[in-house]
């Protein structure tokens, strides 16, 4: 197919498609161009695809627990007449 053609058939010029081909080109005729040779899908790799910050990795996180450690404040030793109770 020569420039002209693809021009005619993607509603363009002959001078946007060679345009396009050396990358000087408007997203809108770049599409219908795309759109006109079927391969409008390739497009999708400009898209951008988020990371996750590391803020909103921590919330996702949720709280992480922790062991228990140290002595309890309330633990006493039994006295004997307590575990003796006759």
């Not at 001078?15 to 390739?42: M, P, R, T, W, Y």
């Not at 988020?50 to 996180?61: A, C, D, F, G, M």
């Amino acid at each position: 197919m020569t420039q002209a053609e693809l021009g005619a058939r993607s509603g363009t010029s002959r001078n946007i498609v060679k345009n396009a081909e050396n990358g000087k080109v408007s997203l809108i005729n770049l599409v219908a161009i795309l759109q006109e040779l079927g391969v409008l899908e390739h497009l999708d790799v400009f898209l951008y695809e988020p990371e996750i910050s590391p803020l909103q990795l921590v919330k996702l996180k949720g709280k992480v627990r922790q062991r228990a450690g140290g002595t309890r404040k309330n633990a006493k030793e039994p006295v004997i007449g307590e575990l003796l109770d006759w």
